[in-house]
């Protein structure tokens, strides 16, 4: 099961908090269309950094919140990702450490 990163959840938040539709905040940002801040909101994909400046504070959020949510997301995904590569897709669980 895919974990929706605490990033996605946070903005998708903050915005909905800031009464802004997905398409305010693409206009806002540069974008013609709604479909990366759609993308962010359901952890498909994270926001550059530069961005998630400009959305903290359009969102009235504060960069500490911001960067432990990016935080936790980035090191989900790199455990994700070290998780497949290390015992692969097989669905197969994990060992327990110590045993050969």
Same mark, same amino acid.
């Given at each position: 099961?895919?974990?929706?990163?605490?990033?996605?959840?946070?903005?998708?938040? &903050?915005? $909905?908090? &800031?009464?802004?539709?997905?398409?305010?905040?693409?206009? $806002?940002?540069?974008? &013609?269309?709604?479909?990366?801040? #759609? %993308?962010?909101?359901?952890?498909?994909?994270?926001?550059?950094?530069?961005?998630?400046?400009?959305?903290?504070?359009?969102?009235?959020? #504060?960069?500490?919140?911001?960067?432990?949510?990016?935080?936790?997301?980035?090191?989900? $995904?790199?455990?994700?990702?070290?998780? #497949?590569?290390?015992?692969?897709?097989?669905? /197969? &669980? /994990?060992?327990k450490s110590? %045993?050969?």
């Amino acid at each position: 099961m895919i974990r929706k990163a605490p990033i996605a959840d946070l903005l998708k938040k &903050s915005r $909905e908090h &800031s009464g802004l539709s997905q398409a305010d905040v693409a206009k $806002e940002l540069g974008y &013609s269309s709604p479909q990366f801040v #759609s %993308n962010w909101e359901r952890g498909l994909s994270s926001p550059p950094i530069h961005k998630l400046k400009k959305l903290c504070k359009l969102y009235h959020v #504060s960069m500490d919140d911001a960067y432990k949510a990016m935080l936790q997301a980035t090191l989900q $995904e790199v455990e994700s990702k070290l998780h #497949s590569q290390f015992y692969g897709t097989s669905g /197969r &669980s /994990r060992r327990k450490s110590g %045993n050969a």
